[in-house]
């Protein structure tokens, strides 16, 4: 190892160490306890970043979260300015101030615990305008007993109050939702980072304005192929693809919108992946997502179009390729990228949902602790009718916003509790060398073998298990 390797790893365990102590935990906790709806932890972030001017007293008090995020920016390279400008963003405040309540209650674990979900995924309402063959949710009309405005409210209430830093509208399709707007703007005034995942067929420019105008930051437009029959066909209308494609173009014609092309592939689309990467790179938007084809909802009958584990191997080879190229993200909610990404460059590493990132031995390391499959870990989804699951892809209810609060889900649920084990998991996922930064996919461990722990079939190293699965798909 260089002495270069050496010395990042001296001081990320000394931060470790530092941190994880039962004194610096303690310390945490007195901090970050709420008092008034904020904390003392938030008070001396505003004051690092020179927004507040705290009393003397409360300046001595906060002493110890100085050294602490000075010991961060010398662990992770960063210079002082860039620290000050990064948590004058009020989402990125909210996220120190979930990692270090996260650390207060439960140390410095392998994989990381979270004291509340990171990101929060919000099929907003069940009504769509299209009929995609792989759709996870059925969606088509609105479900009878979705929340009502004043319920959706209450909703981000506790979001914000819990410290979640994203807060992503999905579907259906949000944009069919008449008080969409009114849902993003609310969440927007509360500091949460706000995006949408739509199908783009209803992105014409006065839509895109009022997306800006509602505070939303990150959009992701679905589109499966460069060729529109393609598409067309997988989304069950004509004239998608088209209408689809201007709405790329609107919304990527707007400084205040950081646009993904998202593409879920399957056997259907396998073959145009470059061509669509292609694509989204023309239309100039930041980053393009290969989603993970989970066999749920409508997508149970097509399950013989899922990709065989050397196609996904394949596909995540491509992705690498396409990644290193530059100018654009390129990123899979496939947790096995994370693998491939090592094996590749010491410099790079995948964290499914969240992005790729290159730091050297420095992400190898955060990746220990943050990345494999996410669900229960770092998200979990509410339905349109406020039923919260692990993940948009897991259909299993752990509670409900009508009855219970979101923060006695997160911290008492048994179902998430198991998924925030590795040292569970079965077959080559339990063994793997890479089971912390991978762990394989969980929603599609729990589609194929009826069990989260399961391993995932899609991996290249569960090929045996894949093979079995195959035997009675396509009846062989």
């Known amino acids: 190892m260089k002495k270069d390797s050496v010395d990042d790893v001296s001081v990320f365990l000394a931060v470790e160490c530092s941190l994880g102590n039962l004194f610096s935990r303690f310390i945490i906790n007195i901090?970050?306890?709420?008092?008034?709806?904020?904390?003392?932890?938030?008070?001396?972030?505003?004051?690092?970043?020179?927004?507040?001017?705290?009393?003397?007293?409360?300046?001595?008090?906060?002493?110890?979260?100085?050294?602490?995020?000075?010991?961060?920016?010398?662990?992770?390279?960063?210079?002082?300015?860039?620290?000050?400008?990064?948590?004058?963003?009020?989402?990125a405040r909210r996220g120190l101030?979930?990692?270090?309540?996260?650390?207060?209650?439960?140390?410095?674990?392998?994989?990381?615990?979270?004291?509340?979900?990171?990101?929060?995924?919000?099929?907003?309402?069940?009504?769509?305008?299209?009929?995609?063959?792989?759709?996870?949710?059925?969606?088509a009309k609105p479900l009878p007993n979705e929340l009502s405005l004043e319920e959706k409210f209450a909703v981000i209430d506790q979001l914000a109050e819990y410290d979640v830093v994203a807060l992503a509208f999905s579907g259906g399709e949000p944009l069919m939702a008449p008080d969409f707007f009114e849902a993003a703007s609310?969440?927007?005034?509360?500091?949460?980072?706000?995006?949408?995942?739509?199908?783009?067929?209803?992105?014409?420019?006065?839509?895109?304005?009022?997306?800006?105008?509602?505070?939303?930051?990150?959009?992701?437009?679905?589109?499966?192929?460069?060729?529109?029959?393609?598409?067309?066909?997988?989304?069950?209308?004509?004239?998608a693809w088209n209408r689809a494609l201007q709405g790329i173009k609107n919304a990527a014609s707007r400084d205040e919108l950081f646009v993904c092309v998202a593409s879920t592939i399957t056997r259907h689309n396998?073959?145009?992946v470059n061509a669509l990467i292609k694509l989204a790179r023309e239309l100039g938007t930041e980053r393009f997502l290969a989603f993970n084809f989970i066999p749920t909802g409508k997508a149970v009958n097509i399950k013989d179009t899922d990709l065989t584990p050397a196609m996904r191997e394949e596909l995540l080879e491509i992705l690498y390729a396409q990644l290193k190229k530059g100018g654009m993200e390129v990123m899979t909610t496939a947790p096995q990228f994370a693998r491939i990404c090592m094996n590749n460059s010491k410099n790079t590493i995948s964290?499914?949902?969240?992005?790729?990132?290159?730091?050297?031995?420095?992400?190898?390391?955060?990746?220990?602790?943050i990345g494999g499959c996410g669900a229960g870990r770092l998200y979990c989804a509410i339905q349109p009718d406020g039923i919260v699951t692990p993940c948009v892809y897991i259909p299993i209810e752990i509670g409900n916003l009508r009855k219970n609060n979101l923060r006695d889900i997160w911290e008492n649920s048994v179902t998430l509790k198991a998924l925030?084990?590795?040292?569970?998991?079965?077959d080559n996922c339990g063994k793997c060398d890479?089971?912390?930064?991978?762990?394989?996919?969980?929603?599609?461990?729990?589609?194929?073998?009826?069990?989260?722990?399961?391993?995932?079939?899609g991996c290249i190293r569960n090929i045996a298990v894949y093979d079995k699965i195959a035997e009675k798909i396509f009846d062989r």
């Open 31 to 91: 901090l970050s306890n709420k008092k008034n709806g904020t904390s003392l932890l938030e008070e001396a972030l505003l004051s690092y970043c020179d927004i507040n001017k705290p009393s003397l007293m409360k300046k001595l008090i906060t002493v110890p979260i100085y050294v602490l995020l000075g010991m961060g920016r010398t662990a992770f390279g960063a210079r002082k300015e860039e620290m000050h400008e990064f948590f004058s963003y009020p989402p």
């Open 97 to 139: 101030l979930n990692v270090m309540r996260s650390i207060g209650r439960y140390g410095i674990k392998r994989p990381f615990r979270l004291a509340s979900p990171f990101l929060v995924v919000w099929n907003y309402t069940s009504a769509c305008n299209l009929r995609c063959r792989h759709c996870y949710q059925s969606a």
């Open 186 to 239: 609310y969440a927007s005034g509360k500091n949460l980072y706000v995006s949408l995942a739509t199908n783009g067929t209803l992105l014409n420019e006065e839509t895109v304005d009022r997306l800006v105008e509602s505070g939303v930051k990150y959009i992701e437009i679905s589109l499966d192929a460069a060729t529109p029959e393609i598409h067309d066909n997988f989304r069950g209308a004509a004239g």
């Open 270 to 272: 396998f073959g145009e």
């Open 351 to 369: 964290v499914a949902h969240f992005g790729t990132g290159e730091a050297g031995d420095r992400t190898h390391m955060l990746a220990e602790f």
């Open 420 to 426: 925030r084990r590795r040292d569970n998991l079965l």
């Open 434 to 457: 890479f089971r912390n930064v991978c762990g394989g996919c969980r929603a599609r461990a729990y589609a194929y073998t009826g069990k989260l722990n399961g391993c995932d079939p």
